[in-house]
Nanobody, 122 residues
């Protein structure tokens, strides 16, 4: 069966860094874009970043641009999110997802992971 499994979340102080990973299994995600979303308590899920199949096209929400970097290793079916200069407002559950086409819209994604908690203290 298809699975996306996030890892790498945790507790970090403001200004610190975390590296999230998302491992895919159950199918080859050829030509799929991979995205990261996050959801804080009481708020709607929001777009963070995406990367296309080849890795040559990336996009970021304004709130994370310049601090976060998305990448992927297609041979390992894994996508990463390097998060630097973390702020308390980055605190959320982070989800990875797969989409047939590049998009910022959560509705465009067909597969989702279970999420990993990121907590940034001040």
């Amino acid at each position: 069966q298809v699975q996306l499994v996030e890892s790498g979340g945790g507790l970090v102080q403001a200004g610190g860094s975390l590296r999230l990973s998302c491992a895919a299994s159950g199918r080859a995600f050829n030509n799929y874009a991979m995205g990261w979303f996050r959801q804080a308590p009481g708020k709607e899920r929001e777009f963070v970043s995406f990367i296309n199949w080849s890795g040559g096209i990336t996009d970021y929400a304004d709130s994370v641009k310049g601090r976060f970097t998305i990448s992927r290793d297609t041979t390992k079916n894994t996508v990463f999110l390097q998060m630097n200069e973390l702020k308390p407002e980055d605190t959320a559950v982070y989800y990875c997802a797969a989409a047939p086409s590049m998009t910022r819209r959560s509705l465009g994604y067909d597969y989702w992971g279970q999420g990993t908690q990121v907590t940034v203290s001040s």
